[in-house]
């Protein structure tokens, strides 16, 4: 047993280090090469304001797009940086992400967490994060998107999350009908609505308890 445990350790220590190399080669190579390609453009809109202004909307679009994709490519290094690891806890890494997709997007995002020192299976932590990524992910491409709340209370082993936005979402009430946590007795529900989303998740029947709202200038004392 004790050498089983310690080969998981070494697997898991070893994805960890992979997806951070993945993330550093991101960073240092594609997203360095969009944003020069970004100054290219710009340099080429201020020319083209004098010289050419018929070519003005087609750039400004240009580096519009170009932005979008900057930040979602951002996103996705912060995806592979910020993982659950065994000395941080699910919160920690939620609280994390979520303040790191605001500074981001500019959207506004609020967090309220209730934590207990008891640690839900790695696996599990791992889908809940996971199905956080998936929610935040419809918000950064809904139309009219402003705010996200999350709220997340666990006590292994039982957990809710509660999560919104409110944008235009693109998620209906089947979309989580056959997520992975459905198969450790969960129970995911997708509220949409004409304007915004509420997703909720309820593993084995847990009721939220009161939780402090951190605001976004508080949600570094929980990372």
Do not use: K
């Not at 609280?95 to 959207?107: D, E, I, K």
């Not at 207990?116 to 809904?142: C, F, N």
């Not at 308890?209 to 605001?215: E, G, M, T």
Request: aromatic share 4%.
């Amino acid at each position: 047993m004790d050498v089983a445990m310690i080969f998981t350790a070494l697997r898991q220590r070893a994805a960890f280090e992979e997806r951070e190399r993945l993330a550093r080669e991101m960073h240092d190579g594609i997203a360095q090469e969009l944003v020069a390609l970004g100054y290219r453009i710009d340099v080429t809109r201020r020319h083209a304001a004098n010289e050419a202004p018929n070519l003005v909307q087609a750039l400004d679009d240009a580096r519009g797009d170009l932005s979008r994709v900057l930040t979602d490519l951002r996103l996705r290094i912060a995806d592979l940086r910020l993982a659950v690891r065994p000395d941080q806890g699910l919160g920690a890494v939620v609280g994390a992400r979520l303040q790191q997709f605001g500074a981001a997007s500019g959207l506004t995002v609020g967090l309220r967490l209730n934590e207990s020192t008891y640690r839900l299976p790695a696996h599990v932590e791992t889908l809940i994060y996971r199905l956080v990524l998936d929610v935040l992910a419809d918000a950064r491409h809904a139309h009219g998107t402003t705010a996200v709340e999350l709220r997340l209370d666990v006590n292994a082993p039982q957990a809710w999350l509660h999560m919104s936005h409110d944008g235009i979402s693109g998620m209906g009430v089947n979309n989580f009908a056959d997520h992975p946590l459905t198969a450790v007795g969960a129970e995911i529900l997708v509220q949409p609505g004409e304007t915004g989303v509420v997703v909720t998740l309820a593993l084995n029947a847990r009721r939220p308890r009161h939780s402090p709202y951190l605001v976004p200038e508080r949600m570094r004392l929980i990372s």
